[in-house]
């Protein structure tokens, strides 16, 4: 139902020698709602989406999707049980073309006795992957290496990718990084229409993006929540205006 909690991360800590980067994160993000994570580089919030994702696991603490607990199992497990993430930093192929990274991501979706068989004939996988290409404006790049489209289509197709796989729940870090002005604003209008239809997990350096389409914002600073709320609460915080926003 909307509104209940999809995702629950709590008290998830991890540290990296000394390194303190995530301590004892609580965070629900709740069904239909875009759900935003802010803060200064290096305050910890790559890391939170690695450890929700599976890639890192927490030294105290759980992540649970539907009330299933995902902390200590594969990344490929939790991909099935209903999450999809795309990276700072890209995760596609680059020398297989967009339509081959789409078919890979979308194989999950084939029976087990499938999965062995060339993604090119399997049924499910391919009418996804079409489907994707045309709602994320890509049909035409179909037979293109993935390396050489332009830096807004590769963003483009990693939203695509991470989508494949039909989650339930959408991570995005840095959705519009290195992007220019008119790819960020085409892809907050992207984000805004995926939003109708799936719950989003979201790390945004813009926050005028980030508070025209969330329902909730989590600061972090330091490893630390530093504050959370709707964003004009946000906007208002004292310790976030300090620590972050700025009083400008
Ligand atoms: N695998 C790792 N090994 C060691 N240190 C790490 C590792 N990953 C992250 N860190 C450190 O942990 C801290 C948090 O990093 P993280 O990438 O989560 O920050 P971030 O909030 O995503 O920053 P940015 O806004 O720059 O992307 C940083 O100091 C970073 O250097
Ligand atoms: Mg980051």
Redesign the pocket.
């Known amino acids: 139902m909307t509104g209940d909690v999809l995702l629950e991360v709590r008290g998830v800590s991890i540290s ?2 000394a ?1 303190r ?2 301590q004892g994160i609580d965070l629900e993000v709740r069904r239909g709602q875009v759900t935003s ?1 802010i ?12 450890l929700i994702s599976g890639n ?1 696991s927490p030294s105290a603490g759980y992540v649970a999707l539907e009330g299933r607990r995902l902390s200590g199992r594969p990344v490929h497990e939790i991909s099935v049980l209903g999450l999809g993430r795309s990276f ?1 930093i890209t995760n596609l192929f680059f020398d297989l073309t967009v339509m081959e990274n789409l078919l890979v991501a979308a194989q999950v979706l084939e029976p087990r006795q499938r999965l062995l068989r060339d993604p090119r004939f399997s049924g499910r996988a391919q009418a996804r992957a079409e489907q994707l290409l045309h709602q994320f404006g890509l049909a035409a790049k179909e037979r293109e290496l993935a390396g050489h489209l332009s830096h807004g289509e590769q963003r483009r197709l990693e939203i695509a990718v991470s989508l494949a796989a039909e989650p339930r729940l959408l991570l995005l ?2 959705p519009t ?1 290195g992007m220019a002005h008119e790819d960020t604003a085409e892809t907050a209008a992207l984000i805004r229409r995926l939003a109708e239809d799936i719950t989003i997990l979201l ?1 945004e ?1 813009d926050v005028g993006l980030v508070m025209d389409i969330s329902d909730h914002v989590m600061v ?1 600073h330091m ?1 630390r929540k530093l504050a959370e709320g709707t964003p004009s609460q946000i906007r208002a915080d004292e310790r976030v205006l300090d620590a972050y926003l700025g009083r400008g």
């Open positions: 990296f020698g390194l980067a995530v994570v803060g200064p580089n290096g305050a910890g919030k790559s890391t939170l989406f690695n890192l700072q870090d840095e990084q790390i350096h972090m490893g």
